[in-house]
C-alpha cells in the first residue's frame, strides 16, 4: 500500500529566511501526483503546490517550490523568504489515476519567528 | 467561483443522537470526497462520489455512517448513533474529474464534538 512519510513533526524558521519541509513517499506506481497543503490553525486546507511524477521539472510557485526526487520518493517543499502567514500545519499528500484519494503524512507544524 | 462549503461549521450532539452533514462542492466539479480529521492528524479518506455515483468507501466508514449525492451536486454525510470516539473535523473536497486535475479543493470543514 501507499504510505506518505513526513519525518519532521515541527520545524521553526526565522521570518524571511528559507526553510525546507520533508517528505517520503513509498510507491510502485510509475505514474502519480504529489501535492503539498497548508492548513493554518483553524482554518481550512488551502493547496499550496503539485508535481507530477512525469515532469522532470520541479514545481514552484512563487515562494514555494519542490524538490523532487523520483528514484529517492522524495518531495520536499522549499519556503523561501518565509512570511508570518505561512507559519500552519503543511501536508505533504499523493494520489494516483487508478485511486482517487488523497492519502497523507501526518503534517510538519511550520513556527514562524518574527 | 465560491468554493466548496460546509454546513455546519461547528456540531454538538450528545452520544446516541444522529448528525448529518452538507456539503456544497466547486460548481461543475463532478468528483466530490469526504475526509476525516482528529487534532494534529492528517486526514482519513472516507468517501468518495463521481456525480451521484459513490465509488469508493474507505474500510474506516462503519455502517454507521452513510453518504449521499442524489444530483450529483451537493453531498451529506449522515452518522447515526454517535460515539465519543466520532468527535474530529469532517472535510469535504471537490476535484473537476478533468484529465490529470487530480487536485482537490476543501471547505473549511464541520467539527463534530460528540459528549
Known amino acids: 500500500a501507499q504510505t506518505v512519510t513526513q519525518s519532521q513533526p515541527e520545524m521553526s524558521v526565522q521570518e524571511a529566511e528559507t526553510v525546507t519541509l520533508s517528505c517520503t513517499y513509498d510507491?510502485?506506481?510509475?505514474?502519480?501526483?504529489l501535492f503539498w497543503y497548508k492548513q493554518p490553525p483553524s482554518r481550512q486546507m488551502i493547496l499550496v503546490i503539485r508535481q507530477e511524477a512525469y515532469k522532470q521539472q520541479n514545481a514552484t510557485e512563487n515562494r514555494f517550490s519542490v524538490n523532487f526526487q523520483k528514484a529517492a520518493k522524495s518531495f520536499s517543499l522549499k519556503i523561501s523568504d518565509s512570511q508570518l502567514g505561512d507559519a500552519a500545519m503543511y501536508f505533504c499528500?499523493?494520489?494516483?489515476?487508478?485511486?482517487?484519494?488523497?492519502?497523507w503524512g501526518a503534517g510538519t507544524k511550520l513556527i514562524i519567528k518574527p | 467561483d465560491t468554493g466548496v462549503s460546509q454546513d455546519p461549521r461547528h456540531k454538538i450532539t450528545k452520544r446516541g443522537q444522529n448528525v448529518t452533514f452538507r456539503c456544497d462542492p466547486i460548481?461543475?466539479?463532478?468528483?466530490l470526497y469526504w475526509y476525516r480529521q482528529t487534532l494534529g492528524q492528517g486526514p482519513e479518506f472516507l468517501t468518495y462520489?463521481?456525480?451521484?455515483?459513490?465509488?469508493?468507501k474507505s474500510r474506516l466508514l462503519s455502517d454507521r455512517f452513510s453518504a449521499e449525492r442524489p444530483k450529483g451536486s451537493f453531498s451529506t454525510l449522515e452518522i447515526q448513533r454517535t460515539e465519543q470516539g466520532d468527535s474530529a473535523m469532517y472535510l469535504c473536497?471537490?476535484?473537476?474529474?478533468?484529465?490529470?486535475?487530480?487536485?482537490?479543493?476543501f471547505g473549511p470543514g464541520t467539527r463534530l464534538t460528540v459528549t
Open positions: 473536497a471537490s476535484s473537476s474529474g478533468l484529465a490529470g486535475a487530480h487536485e482537490q479543493y
Open positions: 460548481s461543475e466539479h463532478n468528483r
Open positions: 499528500a499523493y494520489t494516483e489515476d487508478s485511486n482517487y484519494q488523497l492519502i
Open positions: 462520489f463521481q456525480n451521484e455515483a459513490q465509488l469508493e
Open positions: 510507491t510502485s506506481e510509475s505514474d502519480y501526483y
